[in-house]
């Protein structure tokens, strides 16, 4: 019979159960180990790279030197492309928003003024067109405004616990309509300024444009016939104070055909002002007419007229806020000179927020004309909150 000698078993076979345990921890911990080690190296370059952005993102930037560093808005850089060279203009890749129709499509009516623009013309009409600082302004989008009035009082009546309940009268509204018209201004530039970069084509256009409207808008809320046009103040029937009726505009006289008197007329006119609309009451007369005014004194020697003590503040007639308006008429013969009242209640001014401009550079060559639209109108709305002086007898 043959014998084979014993198979050689391998180290880790030969080893007791328990010392094989412990062996495999002990690999598992030095590979952990090593992993750890490279894990906290990793965070290490990490951290590193950070504090070098970071520091880099704490460097003090030196402040640009001229404009042209700085990145204009994309509508600045189109409207004023469009204003120096109007479809020529480099318009690519400009973002500019549209709506509906006939704000960036020349053909369709023109580009819409960019924001910064607008707001200058805006800001120059509220201090130029003085009606604007008293009256109430509202902006619309549809091509009129209403405005409702309660002009009635409803009805009252006393009863006791059994008897019937009378009907009482009905109150009366009243609608007024105004309509929105379209207010223009044509100015014009040389394509030689246009091409000269230092121009600031912008602050141009926005100052012809402010001046034009003002002017416009400030004859037209006095003296305006309302035919494609706002309804001025003075443009409704006049009565006699004594005997108004809603749709006329009351006064009262100065006694003297084209003289102030001793000045009881001014009292007289304030007071004929019903006490609702006193509180908030202005004012409203050209300078000829405030020097007039300036001079007037009471029984004890004191002046009517005060003006302002601080700074940018209106003067006062009686305590009431003195307005001028230029296109008021002067003290002349029956002219009605001087008007009081409540004018955020008694003349609304309706206006849509966008101005258009449209570039013509065919129709005045070699000048460029720039055709500038908005619409605005106004009427009275409260033909209570008025009251005039008129400079004559009755």
């Not at 402040?63 to 203009?89: C, I, N, T, V, W």
């Not at 305006?224 to 009351?250: E, F, V, Y």
């Not at 609309?277 to 000829?288: D, E, I, Q, T, V």
Request: charged share 25%; no cysteine.
């Amino acid at each position: 019979m043959t014998h084979h000698p014993p198979t050689p078993q391998s180290p880790e076979a030969s080893l007791p159960p328990l010392q094989e345990v412990k062996q495999a921890v002990g690999e598992f911990i030095q590979e952990f180990n090593g992993f750890k080690g490279d894990v906290a190296a990793r965070l290490k370059q990490t951290e590193d790279r950070m504090t070098m952005l970071d520091r880099k993102s704490h460097t003090p930037q030196r402040p640009p030197l001229a404009s042209s560093e700085m990145a204009a808005a994309p509508h600045q850089k189109a409207f004023d492309a469009y204003l120096r060279s109007g479809d020529d203009g480099d318009l690519r890749g400009l973002d500019l928003d549209a709506k509906a129709m006939s704000t960036t499509v020349n053909g369709d009516g023109g580009y819409l003024v960019d924001p910064q623009t607008a707001e200058t013309v805006k800001s120059v009409l509220s201090s130029t067109a003085s009606i604007r600082a008293v009256a109430s302004v509202v902006t619309v989008e549809a091509t009129s405004y209403d405005v409702l009035i309660d002009h009635g009082d409803i009805g009252h009546g006393w009863a006791n616990e059994t008897g019937p309940v009378a009907e009482t009268a009905t109150p009366v509204i009243d609608r007024v309509t105004i309509p929105l018209h379209e207010l223009s201004a044509l100015p014009k530039a040389s394509q030689r300024l246009l091409d000269d970069s230092a121009f600031d084509i912008e602050g141009w256009l926005a100052g012809r444009i402010a001046d034009k409207f003002s002017r416009a808008e400030a004859a037209a809320f006095i003296n305006g016939d309302g035919n494609d046009k706002p309804t001025g103040i003075l443009w409704h029937p006049t009565i006699a104070n004594n005997s108004w009726s809603w749709g006329n505009i009351g006064y009262t006289t100065t006694g003297v055909e084209g003289d102030i008197g001793n000045g009881d007329a001014i009292i007289e006119l304030v007071y004929a002002l019903g006490a609702q609309y006193r509180a908030n009451a202005s004012f409203l007369m050209n300078s000829k007419t405030a020097g007039i005014l300036r001079k007037l004194k009471d029984a004890d020697g004191r002046f009517l007229w005060s003006d302002g003590l601080a700074a940018a503040e209106p003067a006062r007639l009686m305590g009431y806020r003195v307005v001028i308006a230029e296109d008021m008429p002067d003290a002349d013969a029956n002219a009605f000179a001087v008007a009081f009242g409540d004018f955020a209640a008694g003349y609304t001014i309706a206006e849509r927020p966008d101005l258009r401009v449209l570039r013509d550079p065919f129709s005045a060559k070699p000048h460029v004309l720039f055709y500038a639209t908005k619409r605005v109108g106004g009427d009275v709305s409260d033909f209570a909150a008025i009251k005039l002086l008129k400079f004559g007898l009755s």
